[in-house]
C-alpha cells in the first residue's frame, strides 16, 4: 500500500469505500463547497479517490478544474493540487475562493489552460513544477462535461461543444494523452462520467470513454463504480414530475454516474 496513508491494521475502522456502487444521500456542503455551478462535482468522489491513492504532500492534476471541488479537497487533505480549465471566468472564482487559504502545507497551481494544446499544458506544468517544486504527478482526476448536454462556454476546444461522440472521444483521448506524461509510472488516474440522452436514446458515453482510454493508453482499468446520489435537483422522490414523464414515457430516470479507475 506505498501509494496511500491507509492504516490497514485499523482497516475496520477505516471509512475507505471498497464497493463498486457508492450511494450518496446527498452533496456535503462543507468548507468551501458551494452548489454554484452547473455539473458541479460532489466532493465525496474525490475525497474518496484522493485518500485512497495519493499520500500526503503528493500531487492530484485536475484537467477539468470547474468550480474548485477537488481543490478544496486537496486543500483539506494536504495535497499538493494542479487545475487547468477553459474557462477563464471560473478561474477567478475559484482564485477568490482560496484568498484565505491559511493551510501553508495546501500548495496548489491554477491555470486558464486549453488541455487540448499539448504546448500550452507542458508550458503550464512547468509553471507548476516550480511554483510547488515537484517533478510529476501521483493522481489524475478528470470529471469531464457530457459532451453538449450543458454549455460551459463558447470556445470551440470546450468539450462542452462537441456534438458527436466521436469528437468528444477524440478530444478526451488528446487530453489523456497531454496529462499522462506526467504521471507517474504504476500509479493511478480516474475519470468521472455519464451517459447522455439524445434523440430518444441512451448514448452510453461513459463506456465509450472507458474503451477508448483502455484501446489507446498501456494502462489497466482496476475498478468500474457507479455512484447514485439522491440530492439531484428535481430528481429527488417518487412522487416527482420526473418519475411521472417517464411512467408516461419508455425511458429511465438518470441518477449515475461512472468513474472509472485506471493505473498507468
Not at 482560496?98 to 502545507?105: A, G, K, P
Not at 488541455?115 to 482526476?141: P, R
Not at 418519475?243 to 408516461?248: I, K
Request: hydrophobic share 35%.
Amino acid at each position: 500500500m506505498k501509494y496511500n496513508d491507509i492504516n490497514i491494521k485499523e482497516w475496520k475502522n477505516c471509512d475507505i469505500d471498497t464497493d463498486s456502487l457508492w450511494l450518496i444521500s446527498k452533496r456535503t456542503k462543507t468548507g468551501k463547497h458551494k452548489n454554484i455551478y452547473h455539473g458541479n462535482f460532489i466532493p465525496q468522489i474525490p475525497n474518496q479517490l484522493i485518500r485512497r491513492y495519493t499520500k500526503k504532500n503528493e500531487t492530484v492534476l485536475e484537467p477539468f478544474m470547474g468550480s474548485g471541488t477537488t481543490l478544496f479537497e486537496c486543500e483539506s487533505l494536504s495535497r499538493n493540487y494542479i487545475g487547468f480549465d477553459i474557462n477563464d471566468k471560473i478561474i477567478s472564482f475559484v482564485e477568490k475562493s482560496m484568498s484565505d487559504n491559511l493551510l501553508r502545507y495546501s500548495n496548489y497551481y491554477i491555470k486558464n489552460c486549453n488541455a487540448l494544446d499539448q504546448k500550452k499544458v507542458k508550458k503550464s506544468f512547468e509553471e507548476a513544477e516550480k511554483k510547488l517544486n515537484i517533478k510529476s504527478t501521483q493522481f489524475i482526476l478528470m470529471h469531464p462535461p457530457y459532451m453538449d448536454i450543458i454549455k460551459f462556454t463558447d470556445d470551440k476546444n470546450d468539450l462542452s461543444n462537441c456534438k458527436t461522440v466521436e469528437d468528444f472521444i477524440n478530444k478526451l483521448l488528446k487530453i489523456c494523452e497531454n496529462s499522462l506524461k506526467f504521471l507517474d509510472d504504476n500509479r493511478y488516474f480516474a475519470i468521472v462520467i455519464g451517459d447522455v440522452y439524445k434523440n430518444s436514446e441512451v448514448i452510453p458515453l461513459g463506456f465509450y470513454c472507458m474503451d477508448a482510454i483502455l484501446k489507446n493508453f498501456n494502462v489497466k482499468l482496476k475498478g468500474t463504480i457507479v455512484k447514485n446520489i439522491e440530492g439531484n435537483r428535481g430528481k429527488q422522490g417518487t412522487g416527482g414530475i420526473w418519475r411521472y414523464r417517464a411512467l408516461n414515457s419508455d425511458y429511465f430516470i438518470f441518477k449515475h454516474e461512472y468513474i472509472f479507475v485506471f493505473k498507468k
